[in-house]
């Protein structure tokens, strides 16, 4: 009799896999926003350390999220 194998488990596998590369993409979105908008407005960098330290919390409750909803499907 052969095993089937669990879709479940693949399924978090994916999602997990898939969790630096959305961390990465938001960190980089809103630090080169920050980067421009202080090339536009001002020659400080008051905009690139707001939106980079916003950008982390974001990504973090991302991966909160995710692994929540990931603990709820069991």
Known sequence: MEKKPNKKV???WVV???IPF????I?????YLGMWLDK???????FTIILSL???FLALFNVIKQ???L???D
């Open 16 to 18: 997990l896999m898939n």
């Open 67 to 69: 692994v929540k909803n």
């Open 22 to 25: 959305q961390m990465g993409v």
């Open 71 to 73: 603990n709820k499907e």
């Open 27 to 31: 960190i980089f979105a809103f630090t």
């Open 10 to 12: 693949n399924n978090k």
């Open 54 to 56: 916003l950008s982390v």
């Open 40 to 46: 536009q407005y001002t020659n400080s960098s008051i």
